[in-house]
């Protein structure tokens, strides 16, 4: 039988378009949920939907998702220590160039195919394809990264991370040295008008707050420690940017 998902739109992605929508819903890339409307397989509210439909609050979407591709055996990844490890969560350091669990149009190495290779057991909660993943980090990204190994850590997990009880800390280099050293950037976050494949700050986006520190000064660069108030796509680095310290 095929995979039907049936989700309601939250008011967080009201307004936003439908490949936007599907890949934060559905943790796809944008690309992968962009083939998914052009081969008709999505639709809001039993009208077919494209890719760059906007999303209305308490509409359903519908997606029917394609045969799944054949099991790849999991694969030790190159660089992921486990930073902690008990009977309800591991905890581990993922590299740039992991992704957190499989996707439509990503082969590479992924924190799931890493744990199953070494043996680890993770909770069966949430979608087949990343079970026991409860929060994400980019493929670019390294840092921590927490898995829930039993059901009832999967669930107290996941509601933490709903209601913004987790303390998430980054540290970036940016380019240049900021005034003044220790700030807040407030600033809304939407579709680059020009591009709409990129972020940016735009009259009209989604409120964001990053709170910023410089913990060290290099002749051209600075070492800051980022607290996120809200959680836009590429929050950081569209903030930075902004502010003409990119981050390199």
Do not use: N
């Not at 494209?50 to 519908?62: A, N, P, Q």
């Amino acid at each position: 039988m095929p995979d039907v998902r049936r989700l309601p739109v939250p008011q967080g992605l009201a307004g936003e378009r439908v490949d936007v929508g599907l890949s934060r819903l559905l943790g796809l890339s944008r690309s992968s949920a962009a083939d998914l409307c052009a081969a008709g397989a999505v639709s809001v509210d039993g009208r077919p939907a494209g890719k760059s439909d906007r999303l209305v609050e308490d509409t359903w979407i519908e997606v029917t998702m394609p045969e799944p591709e054949r099991p790849r055996e999991p694969e030790a990844v190159e660089g992921m220590r486990i930073v902690f490890d008990d009977d309800d969560i591991v905890i581990i350091d993922k590299p740039v160039g992991v992704a957190a669990h499989p996707s439509p149009g990503w082969d590479g190495p992924t924190v799931v195919g890493g744990l199953a290779a070494a043996g680890y057991r993770i909770s069966t909660s949430g979608a087949a394809e990343r079970q026991g993943v409860v929060h994400r980090l980019d493929v670019g990204t390294t840092g921590l990264m927490a898995v829930a190994k039993s059901e009832a850590a999967y669930a107290d997990l996941k509601r933490q991370f709903k209601d913004r009880s987790v303390t998430k800390v980054y540290r970036a280099i940016a380019q240049g040295h900021l005034d003044p050293l220790t700030g807040t950037i407030d600033a809304p976050v939407g579709r680059h008008p020009g591009a709409d494949y990129k972020m940016a700050v735009v009259t009209g986006g989604r409120p964001s707050v990053t709170h910023y520190d410089t913990l060290e000064a290099f002749p051209h660069a600075s070492l800051l420690e980022i607290d996120l108030e809200t959680g836009r796509t590429h929050q950081i680095r569209v903030h930075m940017a902004a502010m003409r310290h990119p981050l390199v």
